[in-house]
C-alpha cells in the first residue's frame, strides 16, 4: 500500500461512524489522508487518526455548519465519500407507510443530494476534486430476494442518476462524481438479517459476502488519481450476484 498515496488530501465520509464508513476512514488514513467522520452517532469509537464531527443528513443546516467548520481556517478542499444510509423493516410496497418511504429516500437521497451540493460548490471554487457515492447493486444490478425494500432499492436507483448527472454538470469543473455499488456486505447492517444469509450468499459467486475492506479499497480508488477518466461511472463489486 502506498502510505502516501493521498498525502495533503482531505475527505469527509458521511456514515463514517458505520460499519463501511469506518473501513474507508481506516484505509485513506493508512494512505495519508486527513480524514473526517460525519455522523448522527458512534463518533466516539472511531479509529485512530480519524476526526468525528456531528451530521444530521435530514437537516440542510447541519450540513451547512459541517461544510464551514472544515474550510474554517483551512482553505484546503475537502473529498467527499457518501457512505450514509439506512435500511427500514421489510414491508411490502401495498402495504408500505409513507413515512417509511419518505424517511429511506430522505436519508438515502435527500441526504445525499444535500451533501454533494454543498461540498460540490467548494470543491469547484477551488478548482475540483472527487466525490463518491455508495450506492447498491439493489439500484441498478438486481432487485433483492427475498426482502420487500422498494423505497432502499429505489433510493440507490437514484443516488445513481444523481451521481451520473452531477458528473455532467461538475466534470467540466474538475470535479469527478462516480458511484460505488457493493452487493451484500458484511456490516452491522446486515446483522439483523441473519436468517437471510442462506439465500444471500446461494446467488454469491464467490459464495461469501464482501467485506468492508474490499469496499474501501475500490473507493480509495475512485478517489484516486488513477480513475481521472472516470466520470459518473456506476462500479459494480457484487461478487458476481447479479450474474446468477
Ligand atoms: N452493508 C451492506 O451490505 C451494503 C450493501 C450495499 C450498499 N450498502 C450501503 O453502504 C453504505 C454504508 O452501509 P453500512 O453497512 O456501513 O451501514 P451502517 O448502518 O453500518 O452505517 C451507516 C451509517 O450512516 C449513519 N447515518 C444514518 N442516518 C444518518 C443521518 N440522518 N445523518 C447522519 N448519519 C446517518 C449511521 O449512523 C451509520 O453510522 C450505506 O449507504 C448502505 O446503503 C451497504
Redesign the pocket.
Known sequence: MDTTRFSNRRVAI??G?????QAIARRLVAEGAEVFA?????LEGLPEGVSGLE????SPASVAEVVASLYAGDDRPVDLVN?????EDDVAAVDMPIEQFDAVIG??LR?VFLTCQAFGRELMARGGGAIVN?????GNAVVNFPQKQSA?NTS?AAVTALTKSLAVEWGPSGVRVNAL?????D????HLKAHMHDTWKRDVVVDR?AT?EEVAGSVAFLLSDDASYYVGAELLMDGGYSLR
Open positions: 458521511t456514515g461512524a458505520g460499519g463501511i464508513g460525519l455522523d448522527r452517532k458512534g451530521l444530521d443528513l435530514g457512505s450514509a444510509g439506512i435500511v436519508v438515502n441526504g455508495i450506492a447498491s447493486m439493489s432502499y440507490k455499488s457493493p452487493g451484500y456486505v456490516t452491522p447492517l446486515n459476502f468492508p
